[in-house]
Structures are given as C-alpha cells and as structure tokens.
C-alpha cells in the first residue's frame, strides 16, 4: 500500500490540516499516527477543491497547440458545420496529437474527467474517433475520458452515417450522440427512432446536442424525456446546451423540469459567447442533474475556450450574475460535482474514503477561486501529483526542470 502525506492544506477553507492518502483514497485527515514508510507532499497552505471535470467538449476539433486559425464568417448553424469541415481537411496536424495536447492543458488545470464529442460522419468516417480515444487511452493514467460518437453533419440528412455511429460504439465510442432533431434533421421522431434504438441495442448512454428553441426545442425535450421512460433509459441521457430550457421561467420552467427529473434526463451548458445558460439553480432544487463543459476550444467555430474548467466556473458565474460566496460556489459545484455525476466518476468531497482526486490552489474560498481563476500550485489524481503549476509531472519530477515534488519520509 502506498501512503502519501499531504501537509498543510486547507479543506472547506479551514485552517491547514494534513491529509493522509493511501491507494488512492483519503485514508486519514490530521493522522493520529503515520505509517513506517509514505512520502510527503507540502501543500504550502493551499486550499484544496474536488477536481473539476470537463462534461461537453469537443477535442477532435481543436487546433491546440498549432499555428493560428483565422475564422470565416458565418450566420447559421450550417454555415458553422460546413466551415468546420472545410478547416479541418487543411489541418496538418492529426487528431490525436490536437486532442492530446489539449487533453494536456485540462490536466494541468484539474480536470479529472471529459465527455469528448467526436464527429462522426461519411466525410470523416471513424478516423476521429480513432484519433481521440489513442489520446486519451495514453493519457488513461491522467484523465477519464468517454468519447461521444457525435453525428455533427447530421443523422438522416447524411445517409451512410447510422452505421458508422453504431460502427463507431465498437471502435473507441462509450456514449451515442444525436444533433437537433429538428433543426437539422428535419424529422424529430424519425432521427430519435434510430437514436434511441440504436442506443437501446447497444446499451449505452445517449447525449443529444439541441440549439434549437422555443416550442420546438421544447417539444422536442419532453418527447427525449417520454423515451428515455419508455426504454427504461433513466439516467442515461443528456441533453446539451438545451436552449430551449435556458429561456424558460416560472411555471413553465417548473413543468419542465419536473418532467425531466422524473425521466432522469439530465443537461450539460457551457456558458458560451451569447448562448443562454441552463438555470441550474432552479432545475438543482427539482433534482435536474446539470454539468458544464467547454463545449469548442480553439476550433473552426469559435477562437475562444482554453480547455480550463476552473476559468468555465468563472464564466458561469459571470453570465448568471453570482455575487454572493453561496452564488459562487454553486458555479464549482457545477463543474465538480455536476461534472462527476454526469460521467459517472465517484463523487469526491475530500472527506475519509473519498478519491483523493483534488486541486490545490491559492485563495481564501472556493468563491475567490472561482473569481480570481488561478492556476492549481499542484494537481492530484488517485492520491499522486500529476502536474504542478500549470505542467505536467512525470515520475514524480517536472517535465520541464525535473524539480523534485515530493521526498520520501519513514518513521
């Protein structure tokens, strides 16, 4: 058994403590007594925090790392898809060394988990999918990733891409996704037909991407929730963005949202550009389960997001108005423990017998740390650092000035 000795960090704000780890679970808070042999860590008085996870973003995408991508111009959804398509077969640099460094980038910032949405679709056949389940599967150590097999051109209106979605769920995919029922299919119950059934087959969760609003997006919400009652699918499907819900109030929102807890469908935002926020607030006290993702980082579609899900707790904040320190530490919540539901990871509240999957960072509260974004001083996965000031550790030293982290102690 391996023990590691975290000194002087600071749980839920507190005065410093000490923090014993043992395989990966927190074994003891301010020891009574240490065992023969463990390794110290100092926290330096830092505040520790659960982990944050990365619950919508889309990695295939992205250009992390490389030259810069000058955007073009667009008024539509389809002007954004098929600009995406057009920049991404000029990329020089293949999937999994894009998705990889920015997979890199969220593990110095905390991340714990990610649900990566990867298009799928005849112009791109399975090579994405590939791609982001090599870098995450080298990086499995570090990160928990599930990969979303995403029909970002659509479903129905592109024939030929049934099949590799299902084809996709035994090549690297854990989850299937679907894209605008409406919007973009044109046919709500014929694409939700080959979802759901695709997915019922499969037995694996259903995360159905939904921009469109109004009675529309609506409609189609309570037909996603009837279904997953149907099939028995409770608990296992999501709704991202959801902006149809975002711009609902009073009994309205009540109605909604009690329909979908009762179908236990739950919602991913991202609190991106002037796209509406899911009121996860209100659907919270209804028992809607809401997380928060990145959704684009430095893509074909927006030059924005820094795969930073600390900096997302930020933008939540800001784009509900979060004053006060509950306000604030309801946007963490959000992404830590939201985030940990959604991908199933177990929930951690740094407390004895949890995962000892937590940051450190330099600030009061959580609610300082939300506002002020700082870097995490260390991250831990399993009990073991793993980066430490913004980059990555590799057996117990720095990449870049293989600095000593930690020193092995014995009694």
Known sequence: MTHILFTAIRLDGGQPRDVLVADGRIAAITPPALPEEYEVVDGGGALALPSPVDAHIHPDKTTWGQTWLSRTPASSLRDLIDGDVAARAAMPAPVEDRAGALMDRAITRGTRGMRAHVDVAPVHGLSNVHGVRAAADSRADLLDVQVVAFPQLGLLTEPGTAELLEKALSEGADVLGGLDPVGVDGDMHGQLDVLFGLAERAAVPLDIHLHDGGPSGIEQVTEIARRAVTLGMQGRVTVSHAFCVAGLVGDELTRV?????????????????????????????????????????????????DGDMITRAHLLAYRTDARTDAELAACYAVVAHGGAALLGLERTELRVGDPADFVLLHGDSVAQVVVDRPVPSLVVRAGRVIARDGQLVESGQLRASGDRLVERASR
């Open 257 to 305: 949202g009690e329909i979908l807890s009762e179908a236990g469908v739950s919602l991913t935002t991202c609190a991106l550009g002037a796209d509406p926020v899911v009121p996860f607030g209100p659907l919270g006290e209804l028992g809607v389960l809401v997380a928060a993702g990145s959704d684009g980082v430095r893509d074909p579609w927006t030059p924005f997001g």
